[in-house]
């Protein structure tokens, strides 16, 4: 059995074709095949339900009505069963922090002893032609890095003074210095990392992933999102959003404070006991249902009411990081019981272990227009730790080597100063981001800026080859994994995106 | 893949033949699926695949004469079409297609291509932009309706047959859900199962129409297309109110606005010949947008996002279209060109607008311009009213003022000794020295105000010292000013242009003593930003300081500043007066002038006059050498400060004008579309980008759809007429399609979302076409297609499912059953309160608070008035959910886990899932509980005695039906076992029942209730209380 989204994915040679008649005749018999294998697909995992989900006795009665061939059924296809990528992949699961606001790339990661020089000075008219800032006068001096940078590890990475933690796992790092992004406000740059594309309504990477590869965990949400921070992301839902996918693979929030999940835990007054019964009689009249209506539907919605009985047992497990040795939680500089993003990278490892694909932490933290001397030194020392730790964490259980760790945020900042002698503004031409395990090169640096950090002058990699680059780790051609949609075939890269050989293993 | 081929077959069969005898053959329906299955592969668009340089697709091509000398279709004449006779040989060496290829063309499909050519073989172009036609109907025996022939043409063809009427019970639950949205009540089903006549499902129909909320239940899915919201989207997220628009989609559903009006309302309400206020209200569809009010964007920029949003979600919505590629190229399916979508732009560019939040806040939220005060019939008589007297006052003022010269020169003569006056009036303050604490200049304007320049510090302290004027002081009075230099043009230092003053510091230094610092008692100011009021500058625990909307507001502001006790005069003394911005960085004010007022001033007034000393320089000119404009500030001075007749009628027209703001304040407002008087140039943008301009267009429908009407103007009333004229393939077949998949789960074409090239071919496109025509015909009724096809057969017919027809037909689209899917998550929430008794089914009115976790809103805004979410107590809990305020970066989230849009762009089809979260949330979620506990209550009061009763009457209020026997055992033995549970439990029993605000009925034991409960709530989640069958 093919891989489902080859079964919608584009030909390839539509769009050579000229003449509109001519598209639509052939279009409407590739619709009507694609329909007509999509159908069958339904109709097998209606199958699976009835076989694998443990329905009872009224479910052995609706399997008659399937009709002879169930025995001989292909694997089973439920939209969050586990699935093969287009090919081996390096990388199973994926770790995504997200440091919304944009952490200044000069301060941390991109090394510009030279800007120091030219603190207080006009920055050169011709590095401004065209260009578009978001606060600031563009024609405002330039202001020097705050901070000292030196190398680390066998690789010699460049790393700055206030990561301490993160140079000590500098040789497990490739570190981009040359990303590029087109948008400089944050919620539509935020969409773009998040979902390919500044307009809204599109799936996000996450969404796309879970789609391509089913979950291994059916008990807990497949790609769950966590944030600290002062809030959430600028660009909201949308971020972990499922666009025109089913919203099954949007991403589900796990929440620090109260319950973990929304609504997970049982009513006040209900013991987990009267939950059961409650279930055991829900249960029972709905399999009589589905032996008198004989709607397969009817055997999917008694499977949710039980996994969501499990879920109610599984996720507070998962979440409840008190469980952790002390090593571990002082390794993290974890702290049961507070919100943290410390405690969020340990839940992440957790979760990752527990079988979710996806894990997101949006750390929206970093937008410092002005105070960035002071800020920038806070941020690091609550996330610094816990990321290294991360890292070190999966590699010691062998997680890395098929986990791909994601660390930056949505643009970079200017070289030229805002907000009196202490701030920079958004700047979408050059920043900078890490990326850990799954079949990233370790140890490797890629990438260079011009003199100020405001160009990239070697190595490019815009966000969607980035995009194109992940998914290549995940198993799958970033050009074949689509979906039909408002009669296009969609792909989180759009029309763009190359793959980034360089930073591959 | 392997499909199997009885489901392979009957789908692609479906689209074949369908031709009768008598009927004309048609290229669409009839001929493209044999074409394009047997012969496009080697003669079709692919120039690289194609044999002999034949090509069937184009018929120009297929008409010319080949490389063998033949011709291959020659219309009218199959005998000399070398299609025919390649077809039909018996040569295995020229038979097509190929045998090796297995895909012989079957007899009738001979005779279909054979009478084509006969009658001429006409191609057509891509079903949905041929004209609609009305197809002839089949005669079906026992098809009772136009619906049930067409759909049992199709079942006889594939050797199934329909299924039998469903029971009433469930009749009523279907239609009553589909129609409504609530539950049929116990009363209505026993009374419509007990009704015998045969016109009792009509009557019921007809009922559900006319009920209020029929209109709650259709305006819910047009929200989704509108993409309407109570917030503005983007980083903030602040509020809006566009809750009239949302009440008119309701009295339009309600009303039955015929479909073409309710277009052209919503597309063009605003230029309709003397629009009256509806019609206006209407226009707030294409308004429904997000709004940008991040810190330093382009206006422009997004003011283009927003006009190609209009674009996107108009076509989606009228024409089912997917333009979005056009924004940057050529579609590459449709015969849309980038030029046509900028031509549709045009029609949504002369807005006056922005581009981003104007006329309200970013943080604190309101509409944006253009919008529309709202007023019912009440109000607009009030409001005239008031409007009548302050024109009344205005006509006195007039009057009055031809005494103006008169009284001034009576009054002149004793200007100079009018103490009063001068004590009154505000008098310059003239600096020894003003400077910047923290290195920013401030310079001397020629009026006397200090602009600030250079460097803007983080939070900047203006010094300002003076000598003590000579009658002491009082009071002080700062007035900031708008200046060209300053960013946004406006009033602030902040890129924003805003500014928070935080502290004025007031010190006195008596000669050779220390600083002594002043208590000032009262500051007021003529316009404060909500949330940073004036108060603040003075009372620090109430506020952070004073700003004044900087980013949309450029007027000139004044602030007064009262000591608590006045400094009396002193020589020698100095006023050191401290200007503190220490709130947020970098707002410090951009241009600002001082003033004083003396010890014995009396009352000072923050509009009190500023010019006396000029004033007094004026009158002592001679009257003849005065320039115009002296003699006009003189009259001005005089207005303002002198009693007279004259400055009675101003103040009794400042109290009505006040009396009139006062009131319209009140008033809700709801933002519109309004026209430019001058209409913006419209261009190609290349790459779609807003600041890459090419080629300049007008206002156009795109080309390959029928022009615009006869007379219809070229503006966006234009545009609406050509919407729904009969000559637009679209909208109707968009419309009806959309129906369609309301009551059957699918369209007729499944993609619903885009009758492009790229649709589906529909499964049933004479019954589409049909329906289309008799939509257009009806006079674009809304409900009579609605009636019409719930009266159907087909929609009646039981949904039991057979094992031949999941084995033929899994999704239904044949509809040899009737329809049954799971209800939309605003149904489920709503049904939920209906049984649990709790509904208020009060219609429109702003939108309402339910319950809501914490924290959901302010995990995605650090700003904004939409954060800290408060639950309303009371109605605002039980309100039917599209009434939910709904915040787009944070929306309800419920709504989230059933499938719902976030509503941030256009959304015309939402997925259906079935999820361990939404299980959850039925659950546990405390609506649901409360709701669960309702039905046990009303279980209790009004079922009966007895279990049995009270389980029955549970039953029959979520399921519609009679409880049967094996479920009575199973309920009955659960119950049984929470009795005796909760009843060792009483403290369990007592936190159940009192989740939710509602307080548990009186008189029921706790133990008791508490079971119940439980039961009610697996009454409430049963498959077929969620599922609407």
Redesign the interface.
Known sequence: ??HPAI?HGRDG?????????????????R??QA???Q??A??LS?RWFFKDCGVGLASIAAM????Q?AQAAPAPIS?LAQKRPQYPAKAKRVIYLFMGGAPSHLELFDNKPELSKWDGKLPPPELLQGY?????NPNSTLLGPKYKFSRHGQSGAEISELLPHTASVADDLTIVRSMKTDAF???PAQILMSTGSQ???RPSFGAWTLYGLGTENQDV?GYVVM?SG?????????NF?CGF????Y?G??F?S???P???????????D???R??L???K???E???A???????A???N??E??YR??KTAPELMDISREPQHILDMYGAKPGEASFANNCLLARRLIEGGVRFVQLFH?AWDH???LTKGLKEQCAQTDQPCAALVRDLKQRGLLEDTIVIWGGEFGRTPMVQ??N?GR??HPNCFSMWFAGGGMKPGLTLGGSDEFGFNVTEDPVHVHDLHATLLHLLGFDHTKLAV?????NMRLTGVHGELVDKLLV | MILRPPTYLFLLLISLASAGAAERVQFNRDVRPILSDKCFHCHGPDDKKREAGLRLDVRAEALKKGESGSTAIVPGKPDLSAVIERITTTSTDDIMPPAKMHKAVTKAEIELLQRWIAEGAEYQGHWAFEPVRAPQVPQVAGAAMPVDAFIRQQLQKQGLAPSPEADKATLIRRVTLDLVGLPPTPEDVRAFVADTSPQAFEALVDRLLASQQYGEHMARQWLDFARFADSNGFQTDSSRSMWPWRDWVIRAFNDNLPYDQFTVQQIAGDLLPNAAQDQVIATGFNRNHRINGEGGIIAEEWRIENIIDRVETTSFTWLGLTLNCCRCHDHKYDPFTQKDFYSLFAFFNNVEESGTIQGASNRSGGNSVPFLKVTSAEQKAKLDALQAAANAATKAVRTAEKDLPKLVAAWEPTLADSKQVAKSAWQRLEPESVTSKFGATLTRQADGSYLAGGKNPPKDVYVFDAAMPADGASAFLLECFPDPSLPNQSLGRHPNGNFVLSDFDVFVQKPGGKPEKQVVAKASADYSQKGYEIGGVVDKKSGRGWAIDGPTKRDPRRAMFVLKTPLPPQAGAKLLLRLRHEAITSHNIGRFRLSWAAADAGEVKLDGDTSLAEIKLIAAIPAAKRTPDQVKRLHTFFRANVESPLRAADQALAAASSALTTFEDTLPTTMVMKEAATPRDAFVLTRGEYDKPAAKVTMATPAVLPPMPKGAPLNRLGLAQWLVAPENPLTARVWVNRAWERFFGNGLCKTTENLGSQAEYPLHPELLDWLAAEFMRSGWDMKAMMKLIVMSQTYRQSSAVTPAMVAMDPENRLLARGPRFRLTGEVVRDQALALGGLLVPKIGGPSVRPYMPEGVWDETSKYGDLRGYKADAGDGLYRRTLYTIWKRTAAPPTMMLFDAPTREICTVKRSRTNTPLQALALLNEVTFVEAARGLAQLMIQKGGTTPEERLRYGYLRATSHELEPAAMAVLLKGLKERLAWYAAHPEDATKLVSQGQSKPAEGIAVPELAAYCTTASVLMNLDRVVTRQ
């Open positions: 059995m093919p079964l040679q539509s769009d050579r074709f000229g003449g509109v008649i001519a598209n639509s005749l052939l279009m409407i018999r619709n009507l329909e007509l294998r159908e069958y339904r109709h209606r008659d009505l399937l009709g061939g939209p578009r800032a978001a606060f600031i406000n944050h919620a307009i809204f309504g949400p944030q002062a809030k959430g992301p600028s660009g909201g839902l949308s959003g996918l089913p919203t099954i949007q589900v929030p929440r404070a109260g319950e999940v929304l609504y997970l835990t049982n009513p006040e007054g209900v013991s006991a009267t939950q019964d409650t055991d009689v829900l029972t009249l709905n009589e249902r589905l008198t209506v004989g709607d397969p539907e009817i999917a919605r008694i949710s009411f996994l969501a879920m109610q929206e227009h002005g105070g907000g009196g202490d503004d958004h039909k949609f408002q009669g296009l």
